[in-house]
C-alpha cells in the first residue's frame, strides 16, 4: 500500500513554502508600490505647488496689464481734458474781453454753460482755492502778497482755475498766497 500521508504532509510542504515564497514576493512588491505611491505623491505635490506659484504669477500679470491700460487711458484722458480745458479757458477769456467793452455775451455763456455740462459729465471738477489754505498737491503759487490781516499761505487770488478729474489733479490752480511780513533778500 502507498503511503499517500507522506505525499500530502509534503504537498502540503512544499505549498507552505511556495506560500511564504510567494507572500514574500508579495510583501516586496506592496513595499516597492508603497515607495511608488510616495514618490508620485510628492511629485504631485510639487506640480500642485507648481500649478499655484503659475495661477498667482498669471493673477499678478493680470492686474498689472489692468493698471497700464488704465494708466495708458487716463493719460490718454488727461491729456484730451487738459486741451479742451485751455479751449474753455480762451472762451472765458473772451466772454469777460466783451463784457467789459459791454457787448452782449449771450452766445459765449451758452457756450461756456454747454462746456460746463461736459466736464461735469465726465467728472471734471474744479478746485475751489480762493480764501484756501495753499496746498502744494492742488496749487501752484506764482506770487506773493504782504498782508498782516490773513494767515500765512491763504490764498488771496486765484489766476487760473484748477481741475480734478475723478480723484485726480489734472491742472493745479495757479495761485498768489498771503504771508504776514515778506522779508526781503539782499
Same mark, same amino acid.
Given at each position: 500500500?502507498?503511503?499517500?500521508?507522506?505525499?500530502? !504532509?509534503?504537498? /502540503? /510542504?512544499?505549498?507552505?513554502?511556495?506560500?511564504?515564497?510567494?507572500?514574500?514576493?508579495?510583501?516586496?512588491?506592496?513595499?516597492?508600490?508603497?515607495?511608488?505611491?510616495?514618490?508620485?505623491? &510628492?511629485?504631485?505635490?510639487?506640480? /500642485?505647488?507648481? *500649478?499655484?506659484?503659475?495661477?498667482?504669477?498669471?493673477? !499678478?500679470?493680470?492686474?498689472? &496689464?489692468?493698471?497700464?491700460?488704465?494708466?495708458?487711458?487716463?493719460? %490718454?484722458?488727461?491729456?484730451? %481734458?487738459?486741451?479742451?480745458?485751455?479751449?474753455?479757458?480762451?472762451?472765458?477769456?473772451?466772454?469777460?474781453?466783451?463784457?467789459?467793452? !459791454?457787448? !452782449?455775451?449771450?452766445?459765449?455763456?451758452?457756450?461756456?454753460?454747454?462746456?460746463?455740462?461736459?466736464?461735469?459729465?465726465?467728472?471734471?471738477?474744479?478746485?475751489?482755492?480762493?480764501?484756501?489754505?495753499?496746498?502744494?498737491?492742488?496749487?501752484?503759487? *506764482?506770487?506773493?502778497?504782504?498782508?498782516?490781516?490773513?494767515?500765512?499761505?491763504?490764498?488771496?487770488?486765484?489766476?487760473?482755475?484748477?481741475?480734478?478729474?475723478?480723484?485726480? *489733479?489734472?491742472?493745479?490752480?495757479?495761485?498768489?498766497?498771503?504771508?504776514?511780513? *515778506? /522779508?526781503?533778500?539782499?
Amino acid at each position: 500500500m502507498v503511503d499517500l500521508s507522506e505525499n500530502e !504532509n509534503g504537498a /502540503e /510542504e512544499e505549498g507552505k513554502s511556495v506560500q511564504k515564497e510567494d507572500l514574500g514576493s508579495l510583501e516586496e512588491i506592496i513595499s516597492e508600490l508603497r515607495k511608488d505611491l510616495e514618490t508620485e505623491k &510628492a511629485k504631485s505635490s510639487a506640480q /500642485e505647488k507648481k *500649478i499655484q506659484y503659475l495661477l498667482a504669477d498669471f493673477e !499678478n500679470l493680470k492686474k498689472r &496689464a489692468e493698471l497700464d491700460v488704465q494708466g495708458r487711458v487716463d493719460s %490718454i484722458t488727461d491729456g484730451m %481734458i487738459l486741451k479742451f480745458l485751455s479751449l474753455y479757458d480762451d472762451f472765458a477769456r473772451a466772454r469777460d474781453a466783451l463784457s467789459k467793452q !459791454n457787448v !452782449n455775451t449771450d452766445g459765449l455763456d451758452a457756450i461756456l454753460k454747454n462746456m460746463d455740462s461736459f466736464l461735469t459729465e465726465y467728472g471734471v471738477r474744479p478746485i475751489d482755492a480762493l480764501g484756501e489754505v495753499f496746498d502744494p498737491t492742488r496749487h501752484e503759487a *506764482i506770487s506773493v502778497r504782504a498782508d498782516p490781516a490773513l494767515d500765512d499761505d491763504t490764498i488771496t487770488a486765484e489766476l487760473r482755475k484748477g481741475y480734478i478729474l475723478k480723484d485726480r *489733479i489734472i491742472r493745479p490752480s495757479l495761485v498768489e498766497i498771503s504771508k504776514k511780513q *515778506i /522779508e526781503e533778500m539782499n
